[in-house]
């Protein structure tokens, strides 16, 4: 018996659906392909990846793109490659050279100290090509429209920046190097933070995202092996959240009281959780304020 065509597959049910996202896309351009092969136009994305990127992108399709948002928030890895010599506009390797000066004489301990010093909590510049808007414009628009951006530093943290080889070329050193942060940070500014504070300018030549949350590189899978995929696509609702939040189970009355959109007394569980039913399906995530639990996204609304 012949594979059924990819058109013939039902829809699929609510859940997450981890992608391998190759270089030369966009998120959004990931987004259109996988709702061909979800069969759904209701997925989006949580946290996007640059084109040149590649790596773990997590999708939400039908009722677990609420969960995007919050799963945006959590922890995010890389492995990244950093050229120190070079600058560019973009502060990777897309962008035109800008400037930099020659990177040979740059010591190992040195750069380790650069490194240690853009560790913890920083205040990060976003890179100037960025999606971030000023003033009703991306910032990304404004800088190829010719317009000078100068954007505000924010505060992200830099739990993990390890440095595991340094390549020597001449007047160009490549960092390969491993990052775990939060939401927030721009691995490209990092690459700049770090040349500018070497001296010598610097920029991303290679990045991959290998872990969002809970959800590595093990869990992806590329767009021609979903489509080429019998099982089941996406990792189901109850699961997701389980393996994302913290988890509080509740009894028939409460459950139907959160399935309401009502309030459940407080557990002292900090942030948001995931609370279940006794059938072991997720009703909500929630989160405790003034002593008591409210939803801040019911995903199994009760009519």
Do not use: W
Request: aromatic residues 4%; neutral net charge; hydrophobic residues 45%.
């Amino acid at each position: 018996m012949s594979r059924r065509k990819r058109d013939d597959r039902p829809p699929a049910p609510s859940g997450l659906l981890v992608v391998d996202k190759p270089a030369g896309m966009t998120s959004h351009d990931v987004v259109a392909r996988a709702r061909r092969i979800a069969g759904t136009r209701k997925v989006g994305h949580a946290g996007t990846l640059d084109p040149m990127a590649t790596g773990v992108l997590v999708l939400g399709v039908e009722r677990a793109t609420k969960l995007l948002g919050h799963l945006a928030l959590t922890v995010k890895e890389y492995a990244a490659t950093i050229r120190l010599g070079q600058s560019t506009v973009t502060d990777d390797a897309e962008g035109e050279v800008t400037g930099g000066a020659p990177a040979g004489a740059v010591t190992d301990d040195a750069i380790r100290a650069g490194i240690a010093a853009l560790t913890g909590e920083i205040a990060q510049v976003p890179s100037a090509v960025s999606a971030i808007k000023v003033d009703g414009k991306r910032s990304y628009a404004r800088v190829r429209a010719g317009e000078a951006v100068e954007l505000a530093a924010r505060p992200v943290t830099i739990f993990r920046f390890d440095l595991l080889a340094i390549r020597r070329d001449g007047d160009v050193l490549d960092l390969d190097v491993v990052v775990e942060c939060s939401s927030g940070t721009y691995i490209r500014a990092l690459a700049r933070d770090l040349g500018a504070g070497l001296g010598v300018g610097g920029h991303l030549t290679a990045l991959r995202r290998t872990r969002v949350g809970p959800f590595t590189l093990d869990h992806a899978r590329t767009l021609p092996e979903l489509e080429k995929f019998a099982g089941p696509l996406v990792i189901p609702l109850s699961e997701a959240v389980a393996a994302s939040f913290p988890r509080r189970d509740v009894e028939d009355e409460q459950a139907r009281i959160l399935g309401h959109g009502g309030r459940l007394a407080a557990a002292g569980i900090p942030g948001t959780y995931g609370v279940f039913g006794p059938d072991g399906d997720v009703i909500a995530l929630v989160a405790e304020r003034a002593g008591a639990a409210r939803p801040e996204v019911v995903l199994n609304p009760l009519h």
